[in-house]
């Protein structure tokens, strides 16, 4: 075996392509798919060895598996974090970095502007196992001090949030968090590992959907948890046991997937900056969220938190409510409609029927999510056409 660790000079652009390579017998170029659920030993001690903790050997995919192994390294070298444990799904990322923290009593300090099934895990799920759970606006500094005047054991939020973008503050909501004994998780499926940092602004944990961008072509389920080596060893305690491992050809599609993630974010945001700037200076958009657009309420903390770009979502609010939007989306012809994100295809969505429908009338008011809100996942086709596309759609309101 011939190991490729990352060196600590490395640049982003050449964790992305080669930190965790770890190379066969037959010096292949790319990453080899192990796709095995089980491994073999040598000899029976060997076995008896490894499982007493005296051998480093594979022992079952559920534990561990070197195509597994070389997503986990790839991802942990681009994030800055000491270690990543892969996942299933985006899901069972943020349901096991909950897991390994909460008991019974303990209380949890969450962004009631969070992904739907997120909501329900924290909202509904741990509190049937005793868990307080307190939700509060995410923009709103003071509702998150007072949330965490009092010991809390976990906060989780993600910024900009799903799907109008509200930013958190990572490092002041970090120290308050810290203060209150907390551990702060931060899903950053939406700002992706090419625009924040979570680590470094103060959070303890990261969670993705590597469903999103990491894959960014449709094609695989995947999630991962980043932190401490010792934070980390608790995630994979949790997962051999319980078992929501990756599929080693899932993290062989991821794996590849990080080496193109910096070149297709940055040219996806740029597309997305152009949509949000055209969507903007149209007479029947009421309203236009980016955050890098002048009219974003948080200009600063995007400058402080989004290094190189505003992402890949953009929303729209138009004033004809859901029969409009209806419409609107209809007439598109080369946005799909879907509620998936972070696609090379542009995808566009309508967050109060779909995504955001369980949450209730009242919860999308709090939310600030309208009858007319669309959400606009922006991919990586020539943006004239994605304009022309609007362009013809807006027409026909
Ligand atoms: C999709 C998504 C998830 C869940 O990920 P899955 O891979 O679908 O399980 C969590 N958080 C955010 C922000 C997401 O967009």
Same mark, same amino acid.
């Given at each position: 075996?011939?190991? &490729?660790?990352?060196?600590?000079?490395?640049?982003?652009?050449?964790?992305?392509?080669?930190?965790?390579?770890?190379?066969?017998?037959?010096?292949? !170029?790319?990453?080899?798919?192990?796709?095995?659920?089980?491994?073999?030993?040598?000899?029976?001690?060997?076995? /008896? %060895?490894?499982?007493?903790?005296?051998? &480093?050997?594979?022992?079952?995919?559920?534990?561990?598996?070197?195509?597994?192994?070389?997503?986990?390294?790839?991802?942990?070298?681009?994030?800055? /974090?000491?270690?990543?444990?892969?996942?299933?799904?985006?899901?069972? /990322?943020?349901?096991?970095?909950?897991?390994?923290? #909460?008991?019974?009593? *303990?209380?949890?300090?969450?962004?009631?502007?969070?992904?739907?099934?997120?909501?329900?895990?924290?909202?509904?799920?741990?509190?049937?196992?005793?868990?307080?759970?307190?939700?509060?606006?995410?923009? *709103?500094?003071?509702?998150?001090?007072?949330?965490?005047?009092?010991?809390? $054991?976990?906060?989780?939020?993600?910024?900009?949030?799903?799907?109008?973008?509200?930013?958190?503050?990572?490092?002041?909501?970090?120290?308050?968090?810290?203060?209150?004994?907390?551990?702060?998780?931060?899903?950053?499926?939406?700002?992706?590992?090419?625009?924040? $940092?979570?680590?470094?602004?103060?959070? %303890?944990?990261?969670?993705?959907?590597?469903? $999103?961008?990491? &894959?960014?072509?449709?094609?695989?389920?995947?999630?991962?948890?980043?932190?401490? $080596?010792?934070?980390?060893?608790?995630?994979?305690?949790?997962?051999?046991?319980?078992?929501?491992?990756?599929?080693?050809?899932?993290?062989?599609?991821?794996?590849?997937?990080?080496?193109?993630? +910096?070149?297709?974010?940055?040219?996806?945001?740029?597309?997305?900056?152009?949509?949000?700037?055209?969507?903007?200076?149209?007479?029947?958009?009421?309203?236009?969220?980016?955050?890098?657009?002048?009219?974003?309420?948080?200009?600063?903390?995007?400058?402080?938190?989004?290094?190189?770009?505003?992402?890949?979502?953009?929303?729209?609010?138009? +004033?004809?409510?859901?029969?409009?939007?209806?419409?609107?989306?209809?007439?598109?012809?080369?946005?799909?409609?879907?509620?998936?994100?972070?696609?090379?295809?542009? #995808?566009? !969505?309508?967050?109060?029927?779909? !995504?955001?429908?369980?949450?209730?009338?009242?919860?999308?008011?709090?939310?600030?999510?309208?009858?007319?809100?669309?959400?606009?996942?922006?991919?990586?086709? +020539?943006?004239? &056409?994605?304009?022309? *596309? #609007?362009?013809?759609?807006?027409?026909?309101?």
């Amino acid at each position: 075996m011939n190991d &490729d660790s990352a060196q600590p000079d490395w640049h982003t652009a050449t964790r992305a392509v080669r930190a965790g390579l770890t190379r066969s017998q037959f010096d292949e !170029t790319s990453e080899a798919l192990y796709l095995t659920s089980g491994y073999v030993f040598p000899s029976a001690q060997a076995a /008896a %060895d490894t499982f007493a903790g005296e051998l &480093d050997h594979d022992v079952y995919s559920r534990y561990t598996n070197p195509t597994v192994r070389m997503f986990e390294e790839r991802l942990a070298a681009l994030e800055g /974090a000491q270690a990543c444990a892969a996942t299933a799904s985006g899901m069972s /990322a943020v349901f096991a970095s909950l897991a390994v923290l #909460l008991e019974s009593g *303990d209380r949890v300090v969450a962004s009631r502007s969070m992904f739907g099934a997120i909501i329900y895990v924290v909202n509904e799920f741990f509190p049937k196992w005793g868990v307080e759970t307190v939700l509060v606006d995410p923009t *709103d500094l003071d509702a998150w001090a007072e949330a965490l005047s009092v010991p809390t $054991k976990a906060v989780l939020f993600e910024t900009p949030s799903n799907p109008l973008l509200a930013m958190v503050d990572i490092e002041e909501v970090s120290a308050l968090a810290h203060a209150a004994g907390a551990t702060v998780v931060v899903d950053n499926v939406f700002a992706t590992p090419v625009f924040s $940092k979570p680590l470094e602004q103060g959070a %303890d944990v990261v969670v993705y959907s590597a469903t $999103k961008h990491i &894959d960014g072509q449709g094609r695989v389920l995947g999630g991962a948890v980043l932190g401490t $080596k010792d934070y980390v060893a608790q995630i994979v305690t949790l997962l051999r046991n319980l078992g929501p491992s990756l599929s080693p050809f899932n993290a062989w599609v991821l794996l590849k997937g990080l080496e193109t993630l +910096d070149l297709r974010v940055r040219r996806m945001a740029e597309n997305a900056e152009t949509v949000a700037r055209f969507l903007e200076s149209h007479p029947k958009v009421a309203t236009t969220i980016y955050p890098t657009l002048d009219s974003f309420p948080q200009r600063e903390l995007v400058a402080q938190q989004l290094t190189g770009g505003g992402g890949t979502v953009v929303a729209v609010k138009l +004033d004809g409510g859901q029969e409009e939007a209806f419409r609107f989306m209809d007439a598109l012809e080369v946005f799909d409609i879907s509620n998936n994100l972070g696609d090379a295809k542009s #995808l566009v !969505t309508h967050p109060a029927t779909t !995504t955001h429908r369980r949450i209730g009338a009242e919860g999308r008011a709090a939310a600030g999510i309208t009858d007319g809100t669309v959400r606009f996942s922006i991919g990586l086709e +020539d943006s004239r &056409d994605l304009l022309a *596309d #609007l362009e013809q759609a807006l027409a026909r309101l």
